[in-house]
């Protein structure tokens, strides 16, 4: 009995701070409490949501977009191979480094500039990408793949340099609905382009010039084929000039949010200070990293593990194909529409997961052990992969539903679950002059995850 009420003692020490707390430090930090002040907005809701959107889309896009770099690379067996984990090393790897160095630099950092640096680094790489599906088109698979992954780099410099903004410039507002609505649009970032991709391939290819199976040998290796169809390129082009589109309205939303926001602080200012507005520049407290560790050690934990198993998923997912013999196969599920279809149904799944945080009976913000535990515990699904059709060579389950439903949407539902709920529930464990510092500090273990992850997946796959 003694150890249990111990333990449930230990338990009652971690609780979120009380409202009482926040409100009476919101005067010594006016920026940090604009939530509060201005209440609730559905025009600020939805520029969050586009924020979240944008700041996921390059990475969604960079894997629906997996059959047609399978068909730029397919003059290299090497690259053929490896185009997709590397990928995605680049991507975790210049992500985690952008963000933990912007961790660092908190005092008199400027998070809306940030913000609007990443959107305009996509905006351009976006353009070069469209570019290189009309031109230059006789560059060699190597040749393409140094692009790629200068292209890779930047976006991800960008998604860094998002990440770290958004969250913490949404943690100032002490709003969860408007955090809700990154997640959210994070995850619709995923479904989007995954559509895009399936219809421009549809529309612009006829059945034969889809990929079949015979991209695909039975062997341990891909053996890329220069007869084999092509993916239209047109297909690509619509994608990127998407991206490119989706850059530029969340750019243009967001600088009239800034014009917005700035004119009702203003107006608040004036009238709390008779005097005038002051001409001091803001400074921000910085608080240490082990400090936010120490008081976010499991919400930081579930999140970083989270995402950790879920990097496992793209490299699964671009080498699992349908059961169905290729002569019996309709459109969608020859690989040039089967790979971003399951990617879809992962992507709807992490969609369904995020909006579950907006219902308060499922909440557990206030269980961040169970968090932990239930993120460990996700362990399972990529043992379940080994279950489908990894390269055409069968499958345990005989069963495209097995694996775009059971394996592929609940993976995404656990994954947008876990990872909405940390991120949204981490404002609570901190002061509220340290909720900015504590939004950047969960991007970096969100980040720190995919890291891990990526670096894991050069050794899964079968």
């Not at 557990?364 to 992969?385: C, D, M, Q, T």
């Not at 969960?442 to 990526?454: E, H, I, P, Q, R």
Request: charged fraction near 15%.
């Amino acid at each position: 009995m003694d150890r249990l009420r111990r333990l449930w003692q230990t338990e009652q020490l971690y609780e979120p701070l009380s409202d009482d707390t926040a409100d009476s430090n919101d005067q010594d930090h006016p920026p940090r409490s604009r939530g509060s002040k201005h209440g609730f907005s559905y025009i600020d809701y939805t520029i969050f949501f586009l924020l979240g959107m944008s700041m996921l889309w390059a990475w969604n896009m960079f894997l629906a977009a997996g059959p047609y770099f399978q068909m730029r690379f397919r003059g290299d067996a090497w690259i053929f191979e490896n185009f997709q984990a590397s990928e995605i090393s680049v991507s975790t790897a210049t992500n985690l480094v952008a963000v933990l160095v912007l961790a660092r630099l908190q005092a008199n950092a400027s998070y809306s500039g940030r913000i609007l640096s990443s959107l305009v680094i996509n905006t351009a790489v976006f353009l070069v990408l469209s570019l290189f599906t009309k031109a230059f088109r006789d560059i060699g698979a190597r040749g393409y793949f140094g692009i790629l992954m200068v292209a890779m780099f930047s976006a991800s410099l960008a998604t860094g340099l998002c990440q770290n903004g958004v969250f913490a410039y949404v943690s100032g507002f002490g709003e969860p609905r408007y955090t809700q609505g990154i997640m959210t649009g994070q995850a619709v970032a995923g479904v989007l382009p995954c559509i895009a991709q399936i219809v421009s391939v549809l529309s612009v290819s006829t059945p034969d010039s889809i990929p079949r199976h015979d991209t695909f040998t039975r062997d341990s290796t891909i053996a890329p084929s220069p007869a084999s169809p092509e993916v239209q390129p047109n297909s690509a082009f619509a994608y990127f000039l998407t991206a490119t589109i989706v850059s530029v309205i969340t750019l243009l939303a967001f600088l009239y949010f800034l014009t917005r926001t700035g004119r009702q602080s203003e107006t608040l200012q004036n009238a709390n200070n008779p005097e005038g507005p002051s001409d001091e520049p803001e400074t921000r407290k910085t608080v240490p990293l082990l400090v936010l560790l120490s008081k976010l050690r499991w919400p930081a934990s579930a999140v970083f593990v989270t995402f950790a198993i879920t990097m496992v998923s793209p490299v699964f997912t671009q080498r699992i194909i349908s059961v169905r013999p290729p002569s019996q196969q309709p459109a969608i599920l020859q690989p040039a529409c089967f790979i971003p279809l399951a990617y879809l149904f992962w992507n709807t799944g992490d969609l369904v997961g995020r909006l579950l945080t907006a219902m308060p009976s499922l909440s557990l913000v206030r269980r961040p052990k169970l968090l932990l535990f239930l993120a460990a515990s996700r362990i399972v699904f990529p043992g379940l992969y080994y279950l489908c059709n990894i390269r055409g060579r069968g499958a345990v389950v005989n069963s495209d539903f097995f694996y775009l439903v059971v394996v592929q949407l609940l993976f995404g539902i656990t994954n947008g679950y876990l990872g909405s709920i940390c991120m949204i529930g981490a404002s609570e464990w901190v002061a509220p002059e340290e909720r900015e510092a504590a939004g950047g500090f969960m991007g970096l273990c969100l980040v720190a995850g995919l890291t891990v992850g990526s670096l894991a997946s050069f050794a899964v796959g079968g």
